[in-house]
Nanobody, 125 residues
Framework: QVQLVESGGGLVQAGGSLRLSCVAS????????MGWFRQAPGKEREFVAA????????YYANSVKGRFTISRDNAKNTEYLQMNSLKPEDTAVYYC??????????????????WGQGTQVTVSS
């Protein structure tokens, strides 16, 4: 069983930046995709970004494309989400997720089998 712990959330003004980190423990995730999802108050959890196990392929939601960058360091069992040009509508709890199947990079909740507890990101206008 893998445990995922996010950090790096906080309060930032619109236009600012934050970098989220997610450290995995319990088993190596070097063969699995990693992803980020978010859930705003009163809304369903939505896909933000995903990265393949090699780090060579990345997918982004249209709403964050060009502003967010996902990356990973397999030696540290860690993934990151660099968030720039933040907007108030980015306010949400951000969740780290580990892929369900080795070698496959998905973009839906079903494609990920392990989840972190979440970290709050609040963007003020």
């Amino acid at each position: 069983q893998v445990q995922l712990v996010e950090s790096g959330g906080g309060l930032v003004q619109a236009g600012g930046s934050l970098r989220l980190s997610c450290v995995a423990s319990g088993r190596t995730l070097s063969s699995y995709a990693m992803g980020w999802f978010r859930q705003a108050p009163g809304k369903e959890r939505e896909f933000v970004a995903a990265i393949s196990w090699t780090g060579g392929i990345a997918y982004y939601a249209n709403s964050v494309k060009g502003r967010f960058t996902i990356s990973r360091d397999n030696a540290k069992n860690t993934e990151y989400l660099q968030m720039n040009s933040l907007k108030p509508e980015d306010t949400a709890v951000y969740y780290c997720a580990a892929g369900r199947r080795p070698g496959y990079t998905g973009r839906t909740d079903f494609d990920f089998s392990s989840w972190g507890q979440g970290t709050q990101v609040t963007v003020s206008s």
